[in-house]
């Protein structure tokens, strides 16, 4: 059993294709199916359903192939641990972030690090919280940028900032007149959400409970996939959505943003990482750029001011 055969079965995994995998493998067709073979004997096992097209592993196949991307990643961190132990941070690193800080946190810092370690290749994805979490626990993932808590024994955390939450009204809302608003003061069906699968979306339901006004003027519902298209339908329509700070940086209209009144709803981000992570000067370099790249009315610590909001995932605390 070989590393290089081990490299070739994940490719064959990944693209569902003996002919793309050998591409990407750079060898050619004859000479991937050859080691392939090879290792289904050894093991004496068949890793791969031919029938199918596109190509899916067997069951047995499903278990090896998880094994074998945890030992070529093993070996890959092997080089990467010892060139750290000699000074030079560099490798690559899969990053995943969730929808509702990709657009806004990785302009602040993405470029700063990039050119203070330009030997480092990161591979950034854009997923919701449950799949970040399921790609870390499979090794899919190093590193995770998410809302904690999270309710898992093998995903350790380390707490980047908290983000309070602002909520923000179409331009002839009433509660533009108060200078701060209250939970209390939200009607659930006047609020524009994420949809489903987003934990923002289940923080904001958390956040205005059940209360409806039967007196709100909004005639339409909407759950989108964006904030950014929220803030959008806010600004023609009659209701209002909940942003998170840094989704409020290019708001033009700054009046309609009101803070709420203390104790303020605030959602703790995180950099999460699998139990078996061990590059921690590429760690300890990532946290220090994205918290050095944060603006200065984020807080870095929880106030007595601030509460944090139910997390799917987690708890309230």
Same mark, same amino acid.
């Given at each position: 059993m070989t590393l290089t055969q081990l490299e070739y079965i994940l490719a064959v995994g990944d693209t569902g294709s003996f002919s793309q995998a050998a591409v990407q493998c750079h060898v050619t067709q004859p000479t991937l199916s050859m080691q392939i073979q090879k290792l289904e004997d050894e093991l004496?096992?068949? &890793?791969?359903? +031919?029938?199918? @097209?596109p190509v899916r592993p067997t069951q047995v196949g499903?278990?090896?192939?998880? @094994?074998? +991307? !945890?030992?070529? @990643? %093993? %070996?890959?961190?092997?080089?990467? !641990?010892?060139?750290?132990?000699k000074g030079a941070i560099s490798g690559t690193l899969r990053i995943g972030?969730? /929808?509702?800080?990709?657009?806004?946190?990785? *302009? &602040?810092? $993405?470029?700063?690090?990039?050119?203070?370690? /330009?030997?480092v290749h990161l591979v950034i994805d854009e997923m919701e919280t449950q799949l970040l979490v399921e790609k870390i626990r499979n090794n899919s993932l190093d590193i995770g940028i998410a809302v904690t808590p999270i309710d898992d024994i093998n995903i350790a955390s380390k707490v980047l900032f908290y983000e309070p939450f602002t909520a923000y009204f179409s331009p002839h809302h009433p509660l533009l007149q108060k200078k701060h608003v209250d939970e209390s003061d939200l009607s659930l069906n006047e609020m524009l959400l994420l949809s489903e699968?987003?934990?923002? +979306?289940?923080?904001?339901l958390g956040l205005c409970k059940s209360r409806k006004n039967e007196n709100a003027t909004t005639n339409f519902s909407f759950e989108g996939g964006s904030l950014e298209t929220l803030k959008k339908l806010v600004d023609q329509g009659d209701g209002f959505t909940l942003l998170p700070l840094l989704?409020?940086?290019?708001?033009?209209?700054?009046k309609r943003l009101k803070p709420f009144t203390a104790p303020i709803p605030t959602r703790e981000v995180s950099l999460l990482h699998g139990p078996h992570f061990q590059r921690k000067?590429?760690?300890?370099? $990532?946290?220090?750029?994205?918290?050095?790249?944060? *603006?200065?009315?984020?807080?870095l610590q929880k106030s007595k001011q601030q509460?944090?909001?139910?997390? /799917?995932?987690?708890? +309230? %605390?």
């Amino acid at each position: 059993m070989t590393l290089t055969q081990l490299e070739y079965i994940l490719a064959v995994g990944d693209t569902g294709s003996f002919s793309q995998a050998a591409v990407q493998c750079h060898v050619t067709q004859p000479t991937l199916s050859m080691q392939i073979q090879k290792l289904e004997d050894e093991l004496n096992v068949i &890793l791969f359903d +031919r029938t199918k @097209q596109p190509v899916r592993p067997t069951q047995v196949g499903e278990l090896v192939l998880q @094994q074998a +991307r !945890i030992v070529v @990643q %093993s %070996s890959q961190h092997l080089r990467e !641990i010892v060139a750290e132990n000699k000074g030079a941070i560099s490798g690559t690193l899969r990053i995943g972030i969730i /929808p509702t800080l990709a657009p806004y946190l990785l *302009p &602040l810092f $993405l470029n700063k690090f990039m050119n203070k370690f /330009p030997d480092v290749h990161l591979v950034i994805d854009e997923m919701e919280t449950q799949l970040l979490v399921e790609k870390i626990r499979n090794n899919s993932l190093d590193i995770g940028i998410a809302v904690t808590p999270i309710d898992d024994i093998n995903i350790a955390s380390k707490v980047l900032f908290y983000e309070p939450f602002t909520a923000y009204f179409s331009p002839h809302h009433p509660l533009l007149q108060k200078k701060h608003v209250d939970e209390s003061d939200l009607s659930l069906n006047e609020m524009l959400l994420l949809s489903e699968g987003h934990c923002f +979306r289940e923080q904001s339901l958390g956040l205005c409970k059940s209360r409806k006004n039967e007196n709100a003027t909004t005639n339409f519902s909407f759950e989108g996939g964006s904030l950014e298209t929220l803030k959008k339908l806010v600004d023609q329509g009659d209701g209002f959505t909940l942003l998170p700070l840094l989704a409020t940086d290019d708001v033009r209209d700054k009046k309609r943003l009101k803070p709420f009144t203390a104790p303020i709803p605030t959602r703790e981000v995180s950099l999460l990482h699998g139990p078996h992570f061990q590059r921690k000067a590429l760690l300890k370099a $990532l946290i220090d750029t994205i918290i050095a790249a944060l *603006p200065k009315d984020v807080p870095l610590q929880k106030s007595k001011q601030q509460f944090k909001v139910d997390n /799917p995932l987690g708890h +309230r %605390s």
